[in-house]
């Protein structure tokens, strides 16, 4: 267990970003996943701004990788004009 008291801060602090950090990673994937089952072009263009600004909100804060941002922001591009 942590003795000194920046330890005990430095475990609260950790917690705390973990649990947001899940909140956002799961959001974002719900709303990629709720993309990817639309058929409809017109509301999945009227979506995909909102959808792209929170997966760049994540890169942005390292909650994903840039990289694996752009791989779902190109999937989703592909999966628009797909239609």
Known sequence: ???HLSA??????TETRREENRYYARTSRNAV??????????ALIS????VISMIDKLAK?????????ANLKSKLARHINSL
Request: aromatic share 4%; no cysteine.
């Open 33 to 42: 996943k709720k993309m990817h089952s639309m058929t409809e072009k017109e």
């Open 61 to 69: 804060k390292n909650i994903i990788h840039k990289n694996k941002a």
């Open 47 to 50: 979506e995909a701004p909102k």
């Open 1 to 3: 267990m942590a003795y």
């Open 8 to 13: 005990k801060k430095r475990i609260r602090q």
